[in-house]
């Protein structure tokens, strides 16, 4: 009955991520549904599943709209320059293609991890956007491991969906939202029972 209540909100949730993000005409509105539909999701696997998920996804959506639309800019900005370096590399040759490809992907996989923890870390901290920008940004070298974990779960994720399209529309964007962001939530609260027990100051709650 767990399973099929997780698998039930992971499809309802990626069509009110979709939504979402159309209502925000995708560029305003993505981030925003993501961080929404991700804390319905945490929820969930908790074992505290919504019972209204259409009110609580519109209401955390409207509360944190702002935020989290300008916590997206830099994963836009990034977005854009490595569609155009992507198209750069697929016309160039030679060493310097190589060279292009190898940062692309080195690039890429730095923002997923990133990406994977940024709602998770926002979930927890209310602290400003510099604040964590800085976190997130610095997440992959802080955590390689649930770095690591977090790209070899994408890339199955990627596997199985080139198999199994029908997957896409029913849980493209919620099934690596949930996944990474338990990956992501089970290192946060590690660091959590750390600070429990640490004089030195908490590590993760405290972004600057």
């Given at each position: 009955m767990v399973f099929l209540r997780v698998a039930a909100h992971v499809?309802?949730?990626?069509?009110?991520v979709v939504a979402g993000a159309l209502v925000g005409l995708v560029l305003a509105g993505l981030?925003?549904?993501l961080a929404s539909g991700g804390r319905l999701l945490a929820r969930a696997v908790a074992g505290e599943p919504s019972e209204h998920l259409w009110r609580d996804f519109w209401s955390g959506y409207r509360a944190g709209f702002r935020r989290h639309a300008l916590l997206g800019v830099p994963f836009w900005a990034v977005g854009v320059l490595l569609a155009v370096d992507l198209a750069v590399v697929q016309v160039a040759d030679g060493p310097v293609a190589g060279a292009m490809l190898a940062g692309l992907t080195l690039v890429g996989a730095w923002s997923a991890v990133a990406l994977a923890h940024l709602f998770p870390v926002t979930r927890r901290s209310d602290d400003g956007l510099l604040a964590t920008w800085r976190?997130?940004?610095?997440?992959?070298?802080?955590?390689?491991?649930?770095?690591?974990?977090?790209l070899v779960t994408l890339a199955a994720l990627a596997v199985v969906a080139a198999q199994l399209t029908v997957l896409v529309p029913l849980a493209g964007l919620s099934l690596p939202l949930v996944l990474s962001g338990w990956l992501v939530d089970h290192r946060l609260d590690a660091l959590d029972a750390l600070d429990a027990t640490d004089p030195a100051g908490p590590r993760s709650r405290s972004l600057g």
């Open positions: 499809v309802a949730v990626n069509l009110l981030f925003p549904a976190y997130v940004a610095l997440a992959p070298l802080l955590s390689p491991l649930t770095g690591l974990a977090v």
